[in-house]
């Protein structure tokens, strides 16, 4: 409401100067009746604090020229911060329809229209304003910007890539990472569809465009293990050690099905060792400890947890190694055993696996665009002394 009036006030003053002005030019004495009917009642309406009321006098009174857009511009603004989007949009329609204006002013009232349309859901109307200020040379990185939001809404990935390639062109900022998870968008519809082939030709062409993108080598090796070429999956899968590390949680599961039906744990087992060297991780230790216990023993796996612990605390590790002491005690201490896993597996019931590095986003799911921040790849599993 304050933002409001403050806006209004100033343009109380303008629609009083502009009729006094337009009263002096008819008559050199103009009648004080000529500028209070509208003016004084639109001010009583603003000092009653019936700031729509106001709003709708003072427009009516100003007329839109070079002199008043940005008054106007900021009115509409405000109505679109406001959430009143209707009110936005008469006000932007109402500027782009006055001949007076220039080019600039025009092409910074379609802009702001868009954006309305944008916030009314309105997006066919938004994209073909955006498109012809392209074509316009005006507001060229916004547009563009404002259409890939739009193409992502609707999920039109081709047209997404071909409005990112532009806007790298336009303002050299590389846009490779954004346009490998489109392609990955491409890769994942043609799954759906059961198109393996056009899937990997879309895979090929993100690791073309972001040798990095870890999503990618992810379906690579989805699609490798549904096929049963377990070897192509393994290779997809330990590509990702060295394109983001920060993923390996995400691979461990699914390399290991794959070394089971290759027969080849072996070298599973030394994999999970030399991650465990370099990069530590409860769920590479959790994975080790499963191997030690099918190879030997529950005590062999508790050990080998316990040592870890010393070194990386970890909920998640004292929640299983509270599981495997279980099942050597009895009587009270097992129940209180139980109370202990019970209380640890409600706390990381309520916890976050996976943050936006860019907003603080927090879910359970992994989601390659941040469903808060709308930014790409920065989403991850979190490390820390209850998830790492």
């Known amino acids: 409401m304050l933002e409001l009036l403050a806006l209004l006030l100033p343009v109380a003053a303008a629609s009083g100067w502009f009729m006094a002005t337009r009263s002096m030019r008819k008559n050199a004495k103009p009648k004080r009746a000529d500028l209070s009917s509208d003016y004084f009642k639109g001010l009583n309406f603003l000092l009653n604090e019936q700031p729509d009321k106001a709003i709708e006098v003072f427009i009516q009174m100003l007329e839109v020229d070079s002199e008043t857009v940005e008054t106007h511009l900021a009115l509409g603004n405000l109505f679109r911060r406001r959430g009143e989007v209707d009110r936005a949009i008469r006000i932007h329609q109402n500027i782009i329809a006055r001949p007076t204006l220039n080019r600039e002013q025009r092409s910074l009232a379609l802009y702001e229209l868009g954006q309305d349309y944008m916030k009314a859901g309105l997006l066919d109307r938004a994209e073909n304003l955006f498109l012809e200020l392209i074509e316009l040379g005006e507001y060229k990185p916004e547009a563009l910007t404002q259409l890939l939001e739009i193409y992502e809404q609707e999920k039109e990935w081709d047209k997404a890539i071909g409005i990112a390639r532009q806007y790298e062109f336009s303002t ?183 943050k936006c590095q860019s907003c603080g986003f927090e879910g359970k799911t992994l989601h390659w665009h941040c469903p808060s921040c709308k930014r790409w790849n920065t989403v991850k599993p979190i490390h820390d002394i209850v998830e790492a």
């Open 172 to 354: 050299g900022v590389r846009t490779v990472a954004v346009v490998a998870h489109y392609y990955c968008e491409c890769a994942e519809k043609a799954i759906q569809k059961h198109d393996i082939r056009l899937a990997q030709q879309m895979i090929k062409k993100a690791l073309t465009n972001d040798k990095h993108c870890v999503r990618a080598s992810l379906l690579q090796g989805q699609i490798d293990a549904t096929l049963n070429d377990c070897k192509a999956a393994i290779n997809a899968y330990r590509k990702v050690e060295k394109q983001d590390a920060d993923y390996l949680p995400e691979i461990i599961e699914p390399l290991e099905r794959c070394y089971r039906a290759t027969n080849n744990l072996d070298t599973y087992k030394k994999y999970l060792t030399e991650l465990l060297q370099r990069y530590g991780g409860v769920t590479i230790m959790l994975a080790m400890a499963a191997l030690l216990k099918e190879e030997q023993d529950d005590r062999a796996a508790v050990n080998f947890i316990i040592g870890e612990l010393r070194k990386r605390p970890s909920v998640r590790g004292l929640e299983r190694l509270v599981d495997y002491h279980l099942h050597s005690t009895e009587g009270s201490a097992r129940e209180n055993m139980t109370i202990l896993r019970d209380l640890i597996k409600k706390l990381l019931t309520i916890k976050s696996l996976y």
